[in-house]
């Protein structure tokens, strides 16, 4: 059985996104933040998993929130690009380096694993990594504008 309809079985018609959902809506802006000690947490989780309440995310608090639409709020959403699309992208070199050399060299690159063994034993560990800080440095500035400027030219 696929695991969506064993998650439909389990909580029924009522998902338990569906309060947090609900929400959202107006007249439900400003709700009250409700802290949770440790124990309160994992009961609280445990019971969703269960089925037995729908109550996922308590709102956020007002205080110190950044103002939407903010100078703070685009720079906020385009560190949230650099860090998001950056660190990303340069996690998965190594994987990028290895279809690279697959694509070019189909002979010699048969397959991942074979791909990864090759480059470590012809050029150690660093060949991995070649070409991170381009990788860094161009989906750092891509995920930049595309996070900041989308909010921007959303409004």
């Known amino acids: 059985m696929a695991p969506i309809p ?10 338990p996104f569906s309060a947090a959902l609900n929400s959202m809506g107006p007249g439900h802006c400003k709700q009250e933040q409700e802290v949770l000690s440790p124990s309160q947490l994992q009961s609280a ?11 996922v995310v308590p709102a956020a608090p007002s205080e110190g929130a950044i103002k939407m639409y903010s ?20 996690a998965v070199t190594p994987l990028d380096v290895v279809k690279c050399n697959m694509q070019t060299d189909p002979q010699k690159y048969k397959g991942i694993a074979s791909g990864f063994r090759i480059v470590v034993q012809e050029q150690g560990v660093a060949g991995l990594f070649r070409g991170w800080l381009p990788t860094l440095l161009g989906y750092s500035a891509q995920g930049c504008f595309k996070f900041g400027l989308y909010e921007y030219f959303k409004k």
């Open 71 to 90: 100078p703070e709020y685009y720079y906020t959403c385009a560190l949230g690009g650099i860090v998001s699309c950056g660190a990303t992208h340069t």
């Open 6 to 15: 064993q998650l439909a079985a389990m909580w029924g018609q009522a998902s």
């Open 45 to 55: 989780v445990f019971s969703v998993m269960q089925g037995k309440t729908g109550k």
